[in-house]
Nanobody, 124 residues
Framework: QVQLVESGGGLVQAGGSMRLSCAASGLTFSRYAMGWFRQAPGKEREFVAAISRSGISTYYAESVKGRFTISRDSAKKTVYLRMNTLKPEDTAVYYC?????????????????WGQGTQVTVSS
């Protein structure tokens, strides 16, 4: 049974930093590209960042480029999202996802497994 469990969310002031973690189990982690998506209240789920299964290639939404960094640790079967210079518009539920493919994807439909999400709230 595949599980993706996010952690690290919470409340932070604008300009602050936060690191999200996503621990994977029940799958061969090295086979999967990983991604982060987010969904704000009243909005559709949107792509944030992705990383190839090798960890060599990364992909970012324009809105977070230069502020967020995605990384992965194969030994720990964990993917991270480091978020710096947070803005109130970054407030959302953040979801981790796994795609059985080599390269990361910006499309939610490419991801077969999803976590339950973790809330990130950025106060102004």
């Amino acid at each position: 049974q595949v599980q993706l469990v996010e952690s690290g969310g919470g409340l932070v002031q604008a300009g602050g930093s936060m690191r999200l973690s996503c621990a994977a189990s029940g799958l061969t982690f090295s086979r999967y590209a990983m991604g982060w998506f987010r969904q704000a209240p009243g909005k559709e789920r949107e792509f944030v960042a992705a990383i190839s299964r090798s960890g060599i290639s990364t992909y970012y939404a324009e809105s977070v480029k230069g502020r967020f960094t995605i990384s992965r640790d194969s030994a720990k079967k964990t993917v991270y999202l480091r978020m710096n210079t947070l803005k109130p518009e970054d407030t959302a539920v953040y979801y981790c996802a796994a795609a059985d493919r080599s390269s990361g994807s910006t499309f939610a439909y490419d991801y077969g497994y999803w976590g339950q999400g973790t809330q990130v709230t950025v106060s102004s």
